[in-house]
């Protein structure tokens, strides 16, 4: 919104920069991480007294998260309220991208929300249906994905880009809608996954976006696209605005769900950050390398995936405990050791998904 400003704008004073994405990114990440400082508290006071017990605790999880009780869920709220005022602050109004991403986010937010509310009413694990979540996640995701095709240059639209191989283009066709729901849905509920330890979730979603962000950037930019070797995509560079409020609400969020966490994210924060980190990559061109940068939130997809086909079929566990933090909470690890050691590994990934981005 505040890019209007520059209607005001003869060139050579203030309210010239905000043309710049860069400049307007600093005010987006300001914006959200003020806005988790000061709604913060006031938030979890109101969860803490219309929860009442909190968050149920699972019967048959790690006998260190019992002393968790009581603790308020729904603090997702405090994250997607400061990336949707920052947002809508300091992005352009008029790019389709930063509409699409929003559009996922906010939905993806509301289905959490509702399964987040269930549990806190019914004291149970068991919130709405998972058969419920996701079919309405891929009709989201297929909404996202038909609308970031239609703003995609006709070259790349319904085309799959590979990482590092500029040349080599895959066309899906109709099938790239499919391909983008499948994205967005896995991310959504990979994050969901990983959200189980205090701090474990936010941490890597703030490193993902920082590293799509960037992406976004270059992408966005014709001259950067040229030297760096990836397919341009115009109007992408918005995104780091966007990016930067979920880093700026990310830690605003954080200082409060820190171990011991005064709030948790929920479902709420969980599958809202992670339907925006799928349809960032959807915009990008860049699904692919999201499996990359967001190679922890796989691998805990990957954990439960197997762990479940396994048993079905021989009675057996693979693992201690999924998702696999659970198997080394099970193995005596403490867990600030775990999700310390889980945010070392988003921030290597990190910079192997940058590395993709290779120079002529």
Known sequence: ??????????????????????????????????????????????????QGK????????????????????????LIVGAL??????WARLDNAYIWMILFVTMSFAAIGFADDYAKVRKQTSAGVSGKVRLLLGFIIAGVA????????????????????????????????????????????????LTDGLDGLAIMPVMIAA???????????????TDYLDVHYVPGTGEILIFTAGIVGGGLGFLWYNAPPAAVFMGDTGSLALGGALGAIAVATKHEIVLGVVGGLFVVE??????????????????????PIHHHYEKKGWAEPQIVIRFWIISLILAIIGLATLKVR
């Open 1 to 50: 919104m505040l890019y209007w400003l520059t209607e005001l704008s003869d060139g050579g004073d203030v309210f010239n920069l905000f043309r710049y994405i860069t400049f307007r990114a600093g005010g987006a990440f300001l914006t959200a991480l003020v806005f988790g400082f000061i709604f913060g508290p006031p938030l979890i006071n109101v969860l803490r007294r219309r």
């Open 145 to 192: 994905g038909f609308w970031a095709a239609t703003y995609h240059p006709a070259e790349l639209s319904y085309e799959l880009a590979l990482p590092v191989f500029k040349d080599t283009l895959i066309h899906l066709g109709v099938l790239f809608i499919p391909f983008a729901m499948i994205v967005i849905v896995g991310a959504a509920n990979a994050v969901n």
């Open 301 to 322: 997809a990957l954990s439960v995936i197997i762990q479940v086909l396994y048993f079905k079929r021989t009675g057996k566990r693979v693992f201690l405990m999924a």
């Open 84 to 89: 949707l005022t920052s947002t809508l602050l």
């Open 210 to 224: 920082s590293t799509l962000g960037v992406i976004a950037y270059a992408v966005g930019r014709v001259d950067f």
């Open 54 to 77: 909190g968050q149920p605790i699972r019967s048959d999880g790690p006998e260190g998260h019992f002393i968790k009780a009581g603790t308020p869920t729904m603090g997702g709220l």
